[in-house]
């Protein structure tokens, strides 16, 4: 196995990751989250829902999902003929696993004749047994298209709490929540806004309703790198995973970005490596494979939500 040595240099790995993806005619998607080489190694880097499009979209007969399982699953769903790997089959989303088909459909029970709005971050199961889809970037829209006044929000309740504030609908909230972004603590933001009084706070809603309270501005995260170009300002506090601080620095030098905690970190973003990366290519490891009947049914889900954004 050529490819299997540890000693290759990230040039070499590079080389060796750009010939495969040729031969194999593939497209590296890579999440905002993933580690800096991966993120270069990449074809395209986004958000959830930027991702999704790209799957939706792209030619190639590969595709390589560098993120976390449900992202590569809704790869997968949006383009089932296509081969669609995962470089880390262990790379998983807490929060996604806190709710299962079970958990679902007895918070469906509880609350009968509510549409169910589901966070991307779910599994496929569930998402084959809700209405509609929802990212970061488009939740409050999603939801505001809903021919509804209660909507059950799953698994998110920090998402459905920042929703519930922006929309005149009752938000009826799953119990979810993200562990990455519950470490960042309302203390951290104002300990960073003391050492940079002029820099402005951003946040991914999935952070807790304390730290949203404190921040100029709350996105996605492809919304924050957007709003950073647009941004005159020169410092910026960034209330979300590390990953992100990469594409930041990168395509602004001039800039200054300060994480709340070095904490805040997704274990399972930091799953993929450009080793695993260049295995992946070459053994063609790990599929996602999924029950037809319920790519059928999650992908319109995630078509409804495509076809509001
Ligand atoms: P984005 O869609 O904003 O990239 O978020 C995905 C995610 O998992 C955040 O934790
Ligand atoms: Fe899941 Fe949170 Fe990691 Fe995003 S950052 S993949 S929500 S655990």
Redesign the pocket.
């Known amino acids: 196995m050529v490819y299997k040595k540890t000693n290759e240099s990230t040039s070499d790995l590079m080389t060796i990751i750009q010939e495969r993806k040729k031969a194999r005619n593939a497209i590296i998607l890579a ?3 993933q580690i800096d080489e991966v993120q270069d190694a990449a074809d395209f880097v ?4 930027e991702l999704s499009r790209k799957a939706a979209d792209t030619s190639a007969d590969v595709i390589v999902f560098c993120g ?1 399982h449900f992202m590569a699953e809704t790869a997968k769903i949006l383009s089932p003929q296509k081969t669609v790997l995962i470089p880390d089959i262990k790379a998983g ?1 807490p ?1 996604a696993d806190m709710i299962t088909v079970e958990k679902l459909r007895a918070f469906k029970a509880k609350y009968p004749g509510r549409p169910v709005v589901a966070y ?2 779910t599994s496929a199961e569930v998402k084959a047994e809700v209405d509609i889809c929802c ?3 488009n939740a409050v829209k999603i939801v505001d298209s809903v021919d509804a006044d209660e909507i059950l929000f799953v698994p998110d309740k920090c998402l459905a709490d920042y929703v519930a504030a922006r929309t005149t609908k009752k938000i009826i909230p799953f119990s979810g929540f ?1 562990p ?2 519950h470490r960042i603590l309302p203390e951290q933001i104002l300990k960073q806004k003391e050492l940079h009084p002029n820099a402005i706070v951003i946040a ?1 809603p ?1 952070c807790t309703r304390a730290v949203l309270d404190l921040a100029d501005g709350i ?5 924050m790198i957007r709003f950073v170009d647009e941004s005159p300002e020169k410092e910026f506090i960034v209330a ?2 590390l990953g992100i601080l990469h594409r930041l620095k990168r395509s602004h030098p001039d800039k200054s970005f300060y994480s709340p905690s070095e904490q805040t970190v ?1 274990p399972n973003m930091k799953k993929i490596t450009l080793e695993k990366l260049a295995w992946s290519l070459e053994d063609m490891q790990y599929p996602i494979e999924l029950p037809q009947e319920i790519i059928e049914k999650a992908r319109g889900s995630i078509e409804r939500m495509i076809a509001v954004t």
Request: hydrophobic letters at 20%.
């Open positions: 999440h905002n989250y986004g958000d959830s829902l976390v989303c929060m991307v971050n990212t970061s970037a993200c990455t972004h991914h999935e996105f996605s995260t492809s919304g979300t995973e997704c």
